[in-house]
């Protein structure tokens, strides 16, 4: 692992020849042979709101890993560790283009760990809209207001708020916006056609 002030380091994953067929139903956007920074940080983004809606998620997430057998690509816990933190805008960072392949493994983390939580999901958006409905804040409702907590605590922990793309999360209101539309976007990705749904959201102005 390195730092952004330090040369890169190249992950070491196993170079992969041929992709489970789960992943290579997702087509390799034209114009584009590695994942782009915004699609980085949008999935550790969905990633850390799982984490935060479940506090076994990071568990989870591994289980997932070897039950769609995508251990190929990402094969334990440091590796996974060393893929999300290819996010330009963590604190401890990694330099190295995050392949395709690489890019769709974590795509369907995202959407089989987000399906194994829609219940969850699914109630604390209902209450939100309840909540909004009668112009309360959502802190009323205890687990919306955990989520929040973490979400902002987990957040200004692992991203460096020194990037001007981040000041604007100093402020609690901002990072709490952030986190309910992450469960939103969570929901979505857990239903049908989730997968693509999000795959093809990753490069939206990116494909030539």
């Known amino acids: 692992m390195e730092t ?8 070491e994953s196993p170079e992969v020849e041929l992709l489970p067929p789960m992943l290579a139903a997702l087509p390799d956007p034209q114009g584009v042979s590695v994942c782009p920074r915004r699609a980085r940080w949008q999935l550790d983004l969905l990633l850390l709101a ?7 998620a990071s568990e989870l997430m591994l289980q997932v890993l070897r039950d769609l057998q995508l251990q190929v690509m990402i ?23 995050l392949p ?13 760990v987000a399906r194994r939580q829609t219940a ?12 909004q409905a009668q112009n309360l804040p959502p802190e009323t409702y ?18 460096n708020l020194q990037r001007s793309g981040l000041f604007l999360y100093k402020n609690n209101q901002a990072l709490n916006e952030l986190a309910l539309k992450l469960l939103a976007q969570l929901l979505l990705c857990a239903g049908t056609k989730g997968m693509e749904r999000l795959w093809f959201s990753l490069f939206d102005g990116e494909v030539s």
């Open 4 to 11: 952004a002030n330090s040369m890169p380091a190249a992950i």
């Open 50 to 56: 799982l984490e935060c809606v479940d506090l076994n």
């Open 75 to 97: 094969p334990n816990r440091v590796i996974f560790w060393q893929i999300r933190c290819t996010n330009p805008f963590r604190q401890v960072t990694q330099r190295t283009p």
């Open 100 to 112: 395709l392949a690489e890019t769709k493994a974590l795509t369907a983390v995202v959407v089989q």
């Open 120 to 131: 969850i999901l699914r109630h604390l958006l209902l209450v939100l809209d309840q909540l």
């Open 142 to 159: 205890a687990p919306l207001a955990e989520y929040l907590d973490r979400f902002r605590r987990h957040f200004r922990k692992r991203m």
